[in-house]
């Protein structure tokens, strides 16, 4: 597609129970990263992939969150065990490999968890 | 201290009006820099990547003070549709790492006003 797809758009879960989010990034981009804002917040990096390296998940806030992405293309974050501070809208962005090029963002997920 | 840090605002000015942004940053090592815009409940979009020489962009100044760790955005002929957050990014590459990652400011709110 044109640019950064994610889903879904809207999420409402109960505490305690698992979510996935899904971002599909735009074709040729070979970095992919998750983000998350709270509300009123900045943005807290989460998770990068680039390429076939290892991924960079030094922001990830605890192990219940994990994120994987799939022959190089579609990435799926999931969080285990949700908490209500877990509630935010999760962004993800995808970019080319060079460095002076920001990146593109998806319309990100809310997370509610109730 | 944040990587990045930014005045939040908010920032309220008539239309037409001439409005500055400033940003420090703390890594000697940020490669890359840029703004981008938030609307209300909207992703981040890239406005402009900032250069060491100043670069405009219509309406849109950005300049950029390595020595000083500074760079700043400056909307002349100030528009309705320019309310928004403006985020200040830098990108930070680690070693060993092709592409590094974006860190963002908080954010400076503007509204103008009629």
């Known amino acids: 597609g044109a640019g950064v797809s994610q889903s879904p758009s809207n999420k409402v879960t109960e505490k305690g129970k698992d979510v996935e989010l899904r971002c599909d990034p735009i074709s040729g981009h070979t970095a992919l990263y998750w983000y998350r804002q709270s509300l009123g917040q900045g943005l807290e990096f989460l998770i990068y992939f680039q390429g076939n390296s290892a991924p960079d998940k030094s922001g990830l806030p605890s192990d219940r969150f994990s994120a994987e992405r799939t022959g190089g293309s579609v990435s799926t974050l999931t969080i285990q065990r949700t908490q209500q501070e877990d509630s935010a809208v999760y962004l993800c962005a995808s970019s080319l490999i060079r460095a002076n090029y920001g990146y593109t963002f998806g319309s990100g997920t809310r997370l509610t968890v109730v | 201290r944040k990587e990045v840090e930014q005045d939040p605002g908010p920032f309220n000015v008539p239309e037409g009006a001439t409005v500055a942004f400033n940003c420090t940053y703390s890594?000697?090592?940020?490669?890359?820099f840029f703004w981008y815009r938030q609307d209300c409940r909207k992703e981040p979009k890239l406005l402009m990547s900032v250069y060491s020489s100043g670069n405009e962009d219509g309406r849109f100044t950005a300049q950029l003070n390595r020595a000083s760790q500074y760079i700043s955005l400056l909307i002349r002929d100030s528009k309705l549709s320019d309310s928004a957050t403006y985020l200040c990014v830098v990108n930070i590459k680690d070693r060993g790492s092709t592409l590094g990652r974006l860190y963002f400011g908080r954010g400076t709110q503007l509204t103008v006003w009629p």
């Open positions: 890594n000697s090592a940020s490669q890359s």
